[in-house]
């Protein structure tokens, strides 16, 4: 049984970082990706990062040189530490994952979500000052 838990959300002025931690049960991420998405309040989810079993990663354009992803295969944790956070960064972020990733990597599911992921509750990002 797959579990994700997103932790590390909060209220952060413009500029400022926070780090984003999925905890997975259930996957190992040596063979499963991982992908962090948001939605914002009356707009549509988006993707904005993910990391293949095989260590690829990939980014949405607006968070390039801003975000990173980033995995511990012993903790089974995948992180999304967030720079010079922007207003519009502000969202809900949801991790997810399936068991289709293994075969087919982060394309499995990233950016476009098919529907049958397997998804975490969330965790809330406020950049406002």
């Known amino acids: 049984q797959v579990q994700l838990v997103e932790s590390g959300g909060g209220l952060v002025q413009p500029g400022g970082s926070l780090r984003l931690s999925c905890a997975a049960s259930?996957?190992?991420?040596?063979?499963?990706?991982i992908a962090w998405f948001r939605q914002a309040p009356g707009k549509e989810r988006e993707g904005v990062s993910c990391?293949?079993?095989?260590?690829?990663?990939f980014y949405l354009d607006s968070v390039w040189g801003r975000f990173t992803i980033s995995r511990d295969d012993e903790q089974n944790k995948v992180y999304l530490e967030m720079n010079s956070l922007k207003p519009e960064d502000t969202a809900i972020y949801y991790c997810?994952?399936?068991?289709?990733?293994?075969?087919?990597?982060?394309?499995?599911?990233?950016?476009?979500?098919?529907?049958?992921?397997?998804w975490g509750k969330g965790t809330l990002v406020t950049v406002s000052s």
């Open positions: 259930g996957v190992t991420l040596d063979t499963y990706a």
């Open positions: 997810a994952t399936d068991r289709h990733t293994v075969r087919l990597g982060c394309p499995a599911i990233y950016p476009r979500p098919y529907g049958g992921e397997d």
């Open positions: 990391i293949s079993g095989d260590g690829a990663t």
